[in-house]
Nanobody, 122 residues
Framework: QVQLVESGGGLVQPGGSLRLSCAAS????????MGWYRQAPGKQRELVAT???????EYADSVKGRFTISRDNAKNSVYLQMNSLQPEDTAVYYC????????????????WGQGTQVTVSS
C-alpha cells in the first residue's frame, strides 16, 4: 500500500509565501514523477507543477516565476515553494505521485494525497 501525506497549507496574506511538503511511503520501488495539483471551489482540479525523477519540470502558466517545485528522491518527497501568493491561488492542493510498486513493469499506479487547504486572504 502506498500513502502520500501533505503538510504546510494554511492562511496567508496576498504577497506572502508558503511551502508545501509531501512524503510518499509504503511499497515503492521507483517514483517516476511527483507533483502538485489544486482544486478551487466550483472548479476542476488543475496541474500546478510536476517534476520527474530525471529532473524535468512542468508548471502551470499561472504560477510560473512564483512557484518552485523540488524533490528529494532519497526521501520520496516533493516540495512546493509558493511565493507572491494571490487570492486566486486559494484552493485545496493535492500531492500526486506516479510510481512503480515493484520491478514488474506493469505494477505501477497513480496516487493522491488527502489535500491541504491554502487560503490567500487579507
Amino acid at each position: 500500500q502506498v500513502q502520500l501525506v501533505e503538510s504546510g497549507g494554511g492562511l496567508v496574506q496576498p504577497g506572502g509565501s508558503l511551502r508545501l511538503s509531501c512524503a510518499a511511503s509504503g511499497s515503492i520501488f521507483h517514483i517516476v514523477s511527483m507533483g502538485w495539483y489544486r482544486q478551487a471551489p466550483g472548479k476542476q482540479r488543475e496541474l500546478v507543477a510536476t517534476k520527474t525523477s530525471g529532473g524535468s519540470t512542468e508548471y502551470a502558466d499561472s504560477v510560473k516565476g512564483r512557484f518552485t517545485i523540488s524533490r528529494d528522491n532519497a526521501k520520496n518527497s516533493v516540495y512546493l515553494q509558493m511565493n507572491s501568493l494571490q487570492p486566486e491561488d486559494t484552493a485545496v492542493y493535492y500531492c500526486y505521485g506516479r510510481l512503480y510498486r515493484t520491478t514488474t513493469t506493469t505494477d505501477w499506479g497513480d496516487y493522491w494525497g488527502q489535500g491541504t487547504q491554502v487560503t490567500v486572504s487579507s
